[in-house]
T-cell receptor
Framework: DGGITQSPKYLFRKEGQNVTLSCEQN?????MYWYRQDPGQGLRLIYY???????QKGDIAEGYSVSREKKESFPLTVTSAQKNPTAFYLC?????????????FGSGTQLSVL | GENVEQHPSTLSVQEGDSAVIKCTYS??????FPWYKQELGKGPQLIID?????GEKKDQRIAVTLNKTAKHFSLHITETQPEDSAVYFC????????????FGTGTQLKVEL
């Protein structure tokens, strides 16, 4: 919230379809993250990026892909290889300083399977 | 890697009472412990955080305590109000692990009138 825009708020995916979730930020933060949230579970890291044109896998990257062509944008694609995509997806950003670990989150996208 | 356990999973209190949520962590190298509040349909918001060089931090009605020896930290909310109802997450991060914040599983707090 407050500088991080996720869209759409709700998204439905058909069998075999790829869908892309948008995350845009105007905080001028260097690092961007994608987390997956399932009911009763903590947030799990999918992918993250610290600089443009570079990104790293998190703990549950299989079935997902990302790009970081601009500092402000970090879209997440949920591919057909992700067999259980229904979840709440959260984008986060962080200013890269040696003593700063504070994450700022967007308002999330709820993805459901039709 | 780091493992964070959080209890209880649900907590119901009467308005005006105190609420306490506890977390334990496994990696003794962890040195930053934030708490996030998530309201329904929204993203988590940082409400308070603590570093391993202090034992307690307070911000109005909320406080966090840290016991490095026992590797546990707690969130304390006093004089609870209905607007405190939300899911609260603890998290921990080790030194140099700026990209690997590990979250607890969350506590659903309900403040009843």
């Amino acid at each position: 919230d407050g500088g991080i825009t996720q869209s759409p708020k709700y998204l439905f995916r058909k069998e075999g379809q790829n869908v892309t979730l948008s995350c845009e930020q105007n905080l001028n933060h260097d690092a961007m993250y994608w987390y997956r949230q399932d009911p009763g579970q903590g947030l799990r890291l999918i992918y993250y990026s610290q600089i443009v044109n570079d990104f790293q896998k998190g703990d549950i990257a299989e079935g997902y892909s990302v790009s970081r062509e601009k500092k402000e944008s970090f879209p997440l694609t949920v591919t057909s290889a992700q067999k259980n995509p229904t979840a709440f997806y959260l984008c986060a950003t962080r200013r890269l300083l040696s003593t700063n670990e504070k994450l700022f989150f967007g308002s999330g996208t709820q993805l459901s399977v039709l | 890697g780091e493992n964070v356990e959080q209890h209880p999973s649900t907590l119901s209190v009467q308005e005006g009472d105190s609420a306490v949520i506890k977390c334990t962590y496994s990696d003794s190298a962890s040195n930053y412990f934030p708490w996030y509040k998530q309201e329904l349909g929204k993203g988590p918001q940082l409400i308070i955080d603590i570093r391993s060089n202090v034992g307690e931090k307070k911000d109005q009605r909320i406080a966090v305590t840290l016991n490095k020896t026992a590797k546990h930290f707690s969130l304390h909310i006093t004089e609870t109000q209905p607007e405190d109802s939300a899911v609260y997450f603890c998290a921990a991060i080790p030194t140099g692990g700026g990209n690997k914040l590990t979250f607890g599983t969350g506590t659903q707090l309900k403040v009843e009138l």
